[in-house]
């Protein structure tokens, strides 16, 4: 399994950006994908996850109401929304795979895309 991460940028707050994640080596339909963050001096924390196939959705709740994520089967791509963007979303954001709703244990991980939103 391998995951490709995009869509990371340098934008104001209040502002939307979407990240994606191709995943090619599919995994079965019973891998959870997600994303985490971490910003300068801190842990790698929980964002978001989606069920592959069932469409169970998990967020962090700082990002509730504010960041959806979703995901394309056909192009084998989980997207995350994120609107009203503020300071403390800035973060290299990583793109996981495993097989729990936590995204715990055995993970695979794609590489970063650095998310700044300025204030």
């Known amino acids: 399994v391998q995951l490709q991460a995009s869509g990371g940028g340098l934008v104001q707050a209040g502002a939307s950006l979407r990240l994606s994640c191709v995943v090619s080596?599919?995994?079965?339909?019973?891998?959870?994908m997600g994303w985490f963050r971490q910003a300068p001096g801190n842990e790698r924390d929980f964002v978001a996850s989606?069920?592959?196939?069932?469409?169970?959705?998990n967020y962090a709740d700082s990002v509730k109401g504010r960041f959806t994520i979703s995901r394309d089967n056909a192009k084998n791509t989980v997207y995350l929304q994120m609107n009203s963007l503020k300071s403390e979303d800035t973060a290299v954001y990583y793109c996981?795979?495993?097989?729990?709703?936590?995204?715990?244990?055995?993970?695979?991980w794609g590489q970063g895309t650095q998310v700044t939103v300025s204030s």
């Open positions: 080596g599919r995994p079965s339909s019973s891998y959870y």
């Open positions: 996981a795979a495993g097989r729990s709703s936590s995204l715990t244990g055995n993970v695979y």
């Open positions: 989606i069920s592959w196939s069932g469409g169970t959705t």
